[in-house]
């Protein structure tokens, strides 16, 4: 197998684990975010309880939409360093290419 070949695959590979990390951590702060609320709910129901109950559960649930915002945000530079790799592999094929010709 070449180098190229194992670079490639190795992309793909990379790519593969950080799709399934993105699903795995998204229902991770869903399931966080339901339990936060189902937790705030048990609080005192004065001003107290209700301002702390607010706090915590909007601070919990943001973390999801945060995540999907750095996942969108991640998704080009991902597919600009597949580009990148492509033309690299390109490269060092021709420079395989050029230096067998040369000999």
Do not use: H, W
Not at 22 to 42: C, H, M, N, P, Y
Not at 63 to 73: D, M
């Amino acid at each position: 197998m070449s180098n190229y070949l194992i670079i490639e695959l190795s992309n793909c590979e990379l790519m593969r684990k950080i799709e399934n990390y993105k699903v795995s951590l998204l229902e991770r702060t869903k399931r966080f975010g339901i339990a936060v609320i189902k937790i705030s709910s048990q609080l005192p129901k004065n001003p107290a309880g209700f301002t702390v109950a607010d706090q915590v559960v909007r601070s919990s649930t943001s973390i999801g939409a945060n995540l999907i915002e750095a996942q969108e945000n991640i998704t080009p530079l991902l597919q600009e360093n597949n580009e990148i790799v492509k033309i690299l592999i390109a490269t060092l094929k021709k420079l395989k290419s050029n230096l067998q010709f040369d000999n």
